[in-house]
């Protein structure tokens, strides 16, 4: 019988493995991976360093390491990622939520109404309209995505977090599969210039959706469609809000501003990037 392992040295061939692999953040990445495969806490990690592990949960452990020293993300390993303090299902159909993302949602909180209604176009995991309603009890929403398999996970997350009698998911492209209208229009679409994927980490490149990635020649197919689309799904006085790329401001306020949207604001994400834009619409 093999003698057990212990979890300090685990985590540090682990870790040395990952830098190895040119992972950022190799020694964080080890003791997430460990915690999921063993079910221990950070804080039993820590305080017991010595602490055995099955042979099944270092069978597991190695599995894992083996995937992310071949580039895919730990959220992708364990199935799930914590976005705005909740934990949401990630399958290969879906965008790995960024943290960025957040500054989207606070945007978002921040400007619609306590019973508004939300459109969110492109919903992915749903992190992003889920979390809005679950902070918003009296909202209602609807997301769309031309992907059903995401939309599937994002069924699942609304109901994981108790709001998927209050979100309407509907499968089809930006506004064509929408009715109505809305005090708030949210989307983090694909805005990556297509040239320029090829040249992404694996990490991103490899394991995101091109579909949830792609944002056209230019990188900005998905806001044309969008600022010329909102207006009509959109009440008197109302706001949309965007995610964008580095650089893509000034080309997005442009199009938004022929669509008859005036600039509500733009918000930094916590590397100080301009990470969102938000726009009002004409009072009628
Ligand atoms: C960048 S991901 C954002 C996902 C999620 N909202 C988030 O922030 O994590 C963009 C999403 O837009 C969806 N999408 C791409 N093209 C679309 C289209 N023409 N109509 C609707 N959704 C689209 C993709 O499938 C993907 O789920």
Redesign the pocket.
């Known amino acids: 019988m093999m003698p057990l392992e212990r979890v300090k040295p685990l985590l540090g061939q682990a870790a040395a493995r990952l830098r190895g692999a040119g992972c950022d953040t190799p020694d964080l990445d080890a003791r997430l991976l460990l915690q999921w495969a063993t079910g221990l806490s950070r804080e039993e990690l820590i305080l017991d360093p010595d602490h055995s592990v099955t042979d099944e949960q270092a069978r597991r452990f190695a599995a894992a390491v083996a995937r992310r020293e071949a580039r895919e993300p730990v959220s992708r390993i364990m199935g799930e990622r914590e976005f705005h303090g909740r934990v949401f299902s990630v399958t290969p159909d ?5 943290p960025d ?1 957040e500054t ?1 949602v606070e945007t978002a909180l921040a400007l619609m109404p306590k019973a508004g209604r939300l459109l ?9 309209a889920v979390t809005i309603l679950a902070e918003r009890p009296q909202a209602l929403g609807v997301a ?4 059903a398999a ?1 939309l599937a996970v994002a069924a699942e997350n609304a109901s994981r977090h108790g709001v998927l009698d209050r979100l309407s998911l509907l499968e ?3 506004f064509k599969p929408v009715t109505g209208v809305f005090e708030i229009i949210v ?5 990556i210039p297509a040239p320029d994927i090829a040249g992404l980490s694996p990490d991103v490149r490899c394991f995101d ?1 091109r ?3 792609d944002g056209g020649k230019d990188g900005l197919d ?1 806001y044309r ?1 969008i600022a010329l689309g909102a207006a009509a799904h959109l009440v008197s006085g109302g706001h949309v809000v965007v ?1 964008i790329g580095a650089g893509q401001g000034p080309q997005v306020v442009a199009m938004f501003a022929v669509a008859g949207f005036r600039p509500a604001g733009q918000f930094r994400d916590l590397g100080g990037h301009v990470r969102c834009l938000a726009f009002r619409g004409n009072e009628n």
């Open positions: 879906t965008l790995d939520p960024r993302t989207l969110e176009l492109g919903a992915g995991t749903g992190a992003v769309t995505d031309v992907s995401a089809g492209d930006w989307s983090n679409p694909p805005y959706p579909l949830a990635l998905a469609a995610e």
